[in-house]
């Protein structure tokens, strides 16, 4: 008996379920990472509102180019992390990340500096204002490359052949990381700038990477290294990227034959230049990418959760700068923000429950119609009277449909991940978070045509019109999945059990 080996030849074994201690390092990893970010995220619009008041102006600008930058190259990044070794993506990622946020920090310190620099030094102004954006948006890239790593990648290959439900609770455990983070750093980010400075606020952004990184690196490769399956992985799609490369190459070398061997051909006809030009057009990174997430049976689910990033109804920039016009004080909309990621968080709590019982089409479909009707309290703010009634009513709406958005959204990701192929799951991560961009971009647009925060009112009917619009086509997606939206034959005996008049 002594002589026996551990594992049994007879047939597959299941993998060994993953030590706990390596889960905390990797949900300890996740959490410095997103604190960063999201004391950056809540912050900015205070920045930017302060800089140029009584305007909207550089706030949407801001928000302008951190999108764009992500439409741009949320798909290259898809398959940059896709081509890379995970270590050179946790390297990249955490050095870019934590640099960007240090470099916007400096330059809003010297912008809030100088309060005359605007009228004094013009173009030193432009540049700071430059810098900041430019280093926020390469800050936000690199955050979209570990979420990519992190939540579309490790999290599904970790889970691979656990017991049912893992993945679920990895989920929800994940995204209430991020929503403790949207919790906590606005409130200790308001509460600096209400009681001590704006200053004092970016300064601690700063020195708050300048000390994570490290930390963040020693902890995200202990969970590689740990976890032998993530290497495993890894070592397969790189071996994929090398045959595909070479395959490539041979194939250049034998068409570069051919168009010498053509080259004396003067009757080449037209069509065959355009065919091509196209077929040139769609070996693109954007067009193969784009291609490749249209042919998926949950693009109208991916587009429905895309069309939510179409808004000022959440705590970003726009409205925390919007509310702070209205002399809410920084701290209460901190607050506001932090009861609003409570209730987030306690979705994820829930998602696992309901998902359970009721599957994860359908948990999307109730928690997306849910989410519509709590914002229904944020239209009804427009024409509350009270300023500071109506920007309360607003904060309430807006928190209370979090618990639909945050489950939707984590419904929407689960489906991604179970009907995604392994082989296209980083590339349509990469095109989902980069088509989130485009609405988001939208919405900073928006503010930029409707820059006066008296008219923010048009944002908010806009905002709603968006939701409305996804979750039709969400309800669209369930239809073409279940072939019915609701069991009606279930809900007929229940209406038959009430009392008649």
């Known amino acids: 008996m002594m002589n026996e080996p551990l594992i049994s030849h007879h047939g597959p074994q299941p993998p060994p379920s993953v030590s706990s201690s390596l889960l905390v390092s990797l949900y300890a990893g996740h959490f410095l990472a997103r604190w960063g970010a999201r004391m950056w995220e809540f912050s900015v619009g205070l920045?930017?509102?302060?800089?140029?008041?009584?305007?909207?102006?550089?706030?949407?600008?801001?928000?302008?180019?951190?999108?764009?930058?992500?439409?741009?190259?949320?798909?290259?990044?898809?398959?940059?992390?896709?081509?890379?070794?995970?270590?050179?993506?946790?390297?990249?990622?955490?050095?870019?990340?934590?640099?960007?946020?240090?470099?916007?920090?400096?330059?809003?310190?010297?912008?809030?500096?100088?309060?005359?620099?605007?009228?004094?030094?013009?173009?030193?102004?432009?540049?700071?204002?430059?810098?900041?954006?430019?280093?926020?948006?390469?800050?936000?890239?690199?955050?979209?490359?570990?979420?990519?790593?992190?939540?579309?990648?490790?999290?599904?290959?970790?889970?691979?052949?656990?017991?049912?439900?893992?993945?679920?609770?990895?989920?929800?455990?994940?995204?209430?990381?991020?929503?403790?983070?949207?919790?906590?750093?606005?409130?200790?980010?308001?509460?600096?700038?209400?009681?001590?400075?704006?200053?004092?606020?970016?300064?601690?952004?700063?020195?708050?990477?300048?000390?994570?990184?490290?930390?963040?690196?020693?902890?995200?490769?202990?969970?590689?290294?740990?976890?032998?399956?993530?290497?495993?992985?890894?070592?397969?799609?790189?071996?994929?990227?090398?045959?595909?490369?070479?395959?490539?190459?041979?194939?250049?070398?034998?068409?570069?034959?051919?168009?010498?061997?053509?080259?004396?051909?003067?009757?080449?006809s037209n069509d065959g230049c355009w065919r091509k030009l196209i077929g040139r057009v769609a070996r693109l990174p954007y067009i193969s990418a784009w291609k490749v997430y249209l042919k998926q049976d949950v693009v109208l689910a991916g587009v429905s959760l895309a069309l939510l990033y179409f808004t000022v109804l959440s705590f970003g920039s726009l409205m925390t700068a919007a509310l702070q016009w209205e002399g809410i004080p920084a701290y209460i909309i901190g607050i506001a923000r932090g009861i609003s990621a409570t209730i987030g968080v306690a979705a994820t709590f829930l998602y696992p429950v309901l998902e359970s019982q009721i599957s994860t089409v359908r948990t999307g479909l109730w928690s997306t119609w849910s989410q519509w009707f709590f914002l229904l309290l944020c239209v009804a703010s427009i024409w509350i009277p009270n300023k500071h009634a109506a920007a309360y009513a607003l904060m309430s709406g807006v928190a209370l449909s979090r618990i639909g958005l945050w489950m939707f959204d984590l419904s929407v990701i689960q489906q991604m991940q179970d009907r995604v192929s392994e082989s296209d799951r980083l590339v349509v991560?990469?095109?989902?978070?980069?088509?989130?961009?485009?609405?988001?971009?939208?919405?900073?647009?928006s503010g930029l045509i409707i820059s006066d925060p008296q008219d923010f009112w048009m944002l908010i009917i806009l905002s709603m019109l968006l939701v409305t619009v996804a979750s039709i086509l969400y309800s669209v997606h369930v239809f073409r999945v279940r072939k019915h939206l609701i069991h009606f034959e279930k809900l007929y005996p229940l209406i038959q059990k009430f009392p008649r008049a």
């Open 47 to 268: 920045y930017m509102i302060s800089i140029w008041p009584d305007s909207l102006l550089l706030t949407a600008a801001y928000g302008v180019v951190e999108s764009a930058s992500t439409v741009l190259f949320g798909t290259v990044v898809g398959q940059w992390v896709d081509r890379l070794t995970n270590i050179k993506v946790l390297q990249v990622w955490l050095l870019s990340q934590n640099l960007s946020f240090v470099i916007a920090g400096g330059s809003v310190i010297a912008l809030l500096a100088y309060k005359d620099m605007m009228s004094e030094n013009f173009l030193s102004f432009i540049a700071l204002i430059l810098l900041t954006n430019i280093s926020g948006a390469v800050g936000v890239l690199s955050t979209l490359a570990g979420t990519i790593l992190v939540e579309r990648e490790w999290v599904v290959v970790i889970s691979d052949g656990q017991p049912p439900g893992v993945l679920s609770k990895m989920n929800a455990t994940i995204r209430r990381i991020d929503l403790i983070c949207k919790l906590v750093a606005p409130v200790v980010s308001g509460f600096i700038v209400s009681f001590a400075s704006l200053t004092a606020s970016a300064a601690t952004l700063a020195l708050w990477n300048v000390v994570s990184v490290f930390l963040q690196y020693w902890l995200l490769m202990s969970v590689y290294n740990g976890i032998p399956a993530l290497s495993e992985r890894n070592e397969r799609r790189v071996l994929k990227y090398t045959h595909k490369d070479m395959e490539s190459s041979y194939s250049t070398a034998g068409n570069k034959r051919s168009s010498d061997l053509e080259e004396n051909d003067l009757a080449q």
């Open 429 to 445: 991560g990469g095109a989902q978070n980069s088509l989130q961009s485009v609405l988001d971009l939208a919405t900073y647009v």
